[in-house]
């Protein structure tokens, strides 16, 4: 079987419903090939801030978003040793670009869905596993796990950190950060009672974190070094949860967010080494070449130390929707169209490119500060850094990728 598209998307998460929504709104139709059975929303929830909002409302389905989820007050820094507040940061202060700050904590399920729902029926196609791209005159010929084959005269991908896409325009291969993250979800029929804080513990060689998603759930997650001694913890959800109290009960952590971890749900992998793609090497990398671009996770692997590799994947679809749209929608006597999307892409990577250098390389070194044990690290951060680095996360959220318009 071999069918012929336009816009082919391999990927719907984050960035590949965004950049097909997108796409969408400014009339230019796109496959999504998806390799899951249905979405898939591992990781129950992540922090969406200010500039994914942004990009929410310009795709149309940021109020659904808001109407599901509380919007989050005050970041609460404290250092695990201490238990006492650090620094406590206004949520909702005036940003620079834009507005007064807005971050929610969302579920994954609830925002691919809004996403989903907005696409024309069959956008996506599901159980499709890109495993093969050639290249025959320009056109990308792309090989599917079960024997079909789809000629793309357009290729985004929007396939995460294992990106066949971005292996095939030569990009890096993501690296071991060394620390691992566990995640987890409690939900409480009859309502949690936190504040619309975000609980951040900082310090002893762990980063966690605790932030309700509306008033029945409540979201958190840990990272860590592993080392010999937690050898196993991964082996099941019961052992990962006693791992995880263990560290937080001989740090100060309050008792009611132990409870929460107590009775959560974990997440369905275990221990997600997280990995980060070197932001040396993206600063020259091939984001797009001819009719070949990557976005989301394909392109910015980041460790989750901002809460923005899910934000800045949605800004990539909405820039990505605007150059390449204008390009396709363009008649035919506005040059030739292989070269406009040639233009429209290289756009995208130019505009792209210095935005994720800067959010790679600050969620790492957020994340290597934040979680240290080193003596000298500790005594700088917990005196001198938590409040500029509590500031840092609100000011990388402070950013407009701009609407579908050019
Ligand atoms: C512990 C942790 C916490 C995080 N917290 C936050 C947070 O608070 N806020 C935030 O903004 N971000 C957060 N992130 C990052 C965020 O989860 C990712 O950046 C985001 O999900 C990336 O979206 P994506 O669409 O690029 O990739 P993905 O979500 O990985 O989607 C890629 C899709 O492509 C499909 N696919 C893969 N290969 C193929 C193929 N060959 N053919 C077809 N389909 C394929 C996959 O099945 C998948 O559906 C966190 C990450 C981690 C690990």
Redesign the pocket.
């Known amino acids: 079987m071999e069918a012929a598209e336009d816009v082919v998307i ?9 950049a097909a929504l997108g796409l969408h709104r400014k009339g230019v139709r796109s496959l999504v ?4 059975p249905s ?2 929303a591992s ?1 129950f ?5 200010n500039n ?1 909002f942004r990009a929410l409302d310009v795709l149309g389905v940021g109020d659904k978003i808001r109407k599901q989820h509380l919007q989050l007050q005050k970041l609460r820094v404290m250092p695990s040793a201490t238990g006492e507040i650090a620094q406590e940061v206004d949520l909702t202060q005036q940003g620079k670009q834009r507005g007064p700050n807005e971050i929610r ?1 969302v579920r ?1 399920d609830l925002l691919l869905q809004a996403l989903e729902e907005e696409l024309p029926r069959g956008t996506i196609r599901y159980s ?4 093969s791209i050639q290249d025959d005159g320009g056109v990308k010929v792309l090989q ?2 079960d024997g079909s084959v789809i000629r793309a005269k357009v290729l985004v991908g ?8 971005a292996k095939w325009l030569g990009l890096a291969t993501p690296s071991y950060s060394g620390r691992s ?3 987890g979800f409690a939900h409480y029929p009859d309502g949690h009672g936190f504040d619309p804080k975000f609980l951040q513990f900082i310090g002893n060689g762990f980063r966690s974190g605790m932030l309700p998603c509306n008033d029945n759930d409540v979201y958190w ?1 840990f ?1 860590w070094t592993p080392s010999e001694n937690d050898k196993g913890v991964d082996e099941s959800a019961a052992k990962m949860k006693r791992f995880v109290l263990s560290k937080l009960r001989g740090s100060k952590v309050p008792a009611e967010a132990l409870a929460a971890i107590d009775r959560s749900e974990m ?1 369905d992998v275990l221990a ?1 080494p ?1 990995r980060f793609r070197s932001p040396l090497s993206l600063a020259t990398a091939s984001i797009a070449r001819g009719n070949v671009c990557v ?10 130390d ?9 800004e ?1 679809g909405v820039v990505l929707a605007r150059c390449l749209g204008d390009a396709l929608l363009l008649p035919d006597g506005k040059g030739k169209e292989e070269e406009r999307i040639e233009a429209a892409l290289r756009e995208y990577a130019w505009i792209r490119r210095w935005r994720s250098v800067e959010l790679v390389a600050t969620a790492y070194a957020v994340g290597f500060i934040q979680q240290s044990d080193s003596a000298v690290v500790s005594f700088l951060r917990d005196r001198f850094l938590s409040g500029v680095l509590a500031r840092r996360l609100v000011r990388m959220a402070d950013y407009d990728c701009g609407t579908l318009a050019n």
């Open positions: 391999v990927g719907a998460g984050l960035a590949g419903l965004a090939l998806e390799s899951s979405l898939r990781g929830a992540l922090t969406i801030w994914a904590c994954r499709s596993r890109i495993v599917l796990a929007c396939d995460g950190i294992n990106s066949v896409v993250a566990a995640r997650f990272t997440s997600a997280l976005a989301g996770d394909a392109l910015h692997p980041m460790t989750p901002l809460g923005q590799g899910g934000c800045s994947a949605l990539d």
